[in-house]
């Protein structure tokens, strides 16, 4: 699994009165990017999102910001598999400025789910093969 990135602009609705962006808005953005980087891997949308078997919802959120983001600037986001454990995965979105400054931060802790009983589970092996290329 490659890192993935792709570049973006706050929108108008994004931003809070003062015309920066809010800061849940930045988790969504940083979710999408995730969720871009699985799309484009070997482990595919459906295989991630759509399993009968297993779900893999969010453990832990973080946010750090550096520099206001405001709405209409454009940010290259960059995600990246940060660490892989026994039943979750860490995802770190870096987003940054067209000055190459580092202006935010998101981590994600995803956890391994079983559906039919919603405690954690091991990564599926095939799942933990490409995860384990991007973190090293």
């Given amino acids: 699994m490659k890192n993935h990135e792709e570049q973006l602009v706050i929108q108008f609705g994004d931003a809070d009165p003062a015309g920066v962006v809010f800061y849940p808005r ?3 953005m940083a979710h999408e990017v995730v969720e871009n980087l ?3 891997s070997a482990i595919g949308w459906n295989t991630w999102f759509a ?3 297993y779900a ?3 453990r832990r959120s973080e946010a750090d910001f550096f520099r206001p983001m405001a709405a209409g600037q454009r940010f290259t986001a960059r995600a990246k598999v940060e660490k ?3 039943t979750s995965v ?7 400025s067209d000055q190459s400054e580092v202006t935010a931060r998101v981590r994600t802790v995803h956890v391994f789910i079983d559906k039919s009983t ?3 589970m091991t990564l599926p092996d095939a ?3 490409v995860l384990g290329e991007a973190a090293s």
Avoid: Y
């Fill in 26 to 28: 930045l988790i969504t």
């Fill in 38 to 40: 699985i799309r484009h």
């Fill in 118 to 120: 919603g405690n954690p």
């Fill in 90 to 96: 860490t995802f770190a979105v870096e987003f940054t």
């Fill in 84 to 86: 892989v454990g026994v």
């Fill in 56 to 58: 893999v919802p969010i």
């Fill in 127 to 129: 799942i933990r093969c």
């Fill in 51 to 53: 399993s009968p078997t």
